[in-house]
């Protein structure tokens, strides 16, 4: 079920080299892209519509450069020190915060458009000591219960993750369910050793209309790694070539600095004729 390169330990014992190393790797690169992308599916956005996602374990920001292309704004939470400064010396565009998600959120309620996760809670099974509060119920409720405080309504959130058996997937659902979520498990290529993949697909709110999606059938996932290629292809062509909306223009960055006051962010600069104007190089 699961794949070795994304099984490595928690990601709190990377060091900076490793941080490194484990960014530049290009079949990491293409593994958190393909997930990334088929979150994005499973999360079901309106189209052409700004939304604020939750970026769960977001590491160095491999999955933010995906929200970047596809024009969302975000915030990323990671464990990891190490990772974070990888984004930050990456420039990615998410507001970046320390967290283990262990001991739940602070964001304001109804924060999030939507969340995903690639790859992290099935990290909350382990138990950091052995007091009652560290064990692994007590930490996946702080986390799904904060995490469903903090998601706007109706909203989903996609997490994608490795268990090692039926009782972790029963255990993290239930759990879920308790913290006031809807939804369930959609697992793609069920059939496949090498690429079968499990997500939680949460639903928040919606008046019990949203429907769960389907997962991928087949023995590979062949055909929907092409799907996702070319789409990425078609966006990078589109920016090389001046058609792609360039996500940084006035208007974007407008659109950011309303929905983050709207959020009750302190600190937003105010708009002027300036906002969005490239300064000349100077030499």
């Known amino acids: 079920m699961s794949r070795p390169e994304l099984q490595a330990p928690p990601e709190i014992y990377y060091g900076d080299t490793e941080a490194k190393k484990y960014t ?23 189209p052409d519509q700004p939304a604020y996602l939750l970026d769960i374990g977001c590491g160095s920001g491999l999955s933010g450069e995906i929200l970047d292309e596809e024009g969302y704004l975000w915030t990323g939470v990671d464990i990891a020190p190490s990772m974070l400064e990888v984004a930050l010396e990456r420039e990615v565009e998410g507001d970046l915060f320390l967290q283990d998600i262990g001991h739940g959120f602070g964001f304001r309620p109804g924060s999030f458009d939507g969340a995903i996760s ?26 799904f219960t904060t995490l469903h405080s903090a998601m706007r309504n109706p909203s989903r959130a996609i997490l994608q993750f490795y268990p090692s058996s039926d009782d972790q997937i029963q255990l993290i659902t239930s759990i879920a369910q308790k913290a006031g979520f809807g939804g369930g498990v ?14 939680l697909c949460l639903f928040v709110g919606g008046g019990g209309v949203q ?16 799907r996702f290629e070319r789409r990425r292809e078609r966006e990078r062509s589109k920016a ?5 909306k360039n996500v940084k223009d006035r208007d974007w960055i407008l659109k ?10 302190e600190g937003v600069p105010n708009d002027s004729k300036f906002t969005g104007r490239r300064r000349k190089a100077t030499f």
């Open 24 to 46: 530049q790797n290009t079949r990491n690169q293409q593994i958190q892209a393909d997930m990334t992308y088929r979150a994005l599916e499973l999360l079901n956005l309106p």
């Open 118 to 143: 690639i790859s992290v809670i099935q990290w909350l099974l382990n138990a950091e000591t052995s007091h009652p509060t560290s064990s692994p119920p007590h930490r996946l409720n702080r986390f």
């Open 211 to 226: 429907q769960m999606p389907q997962g991928l059938q087949g023995e590979e996932e062949d055909d929907s790694k092409v």
């Open 240 to 244: 090389k070539n001046g058609k792609r």
């Open 256 to 265: 950011k600095k309303e929905l983050y006051r709207k959020r009750g962010k």
């Open 186 to 199: 959609v697992v793609d290529y069920p059939n496949s050793k090498k690429a079968k993949k499990v997500f």
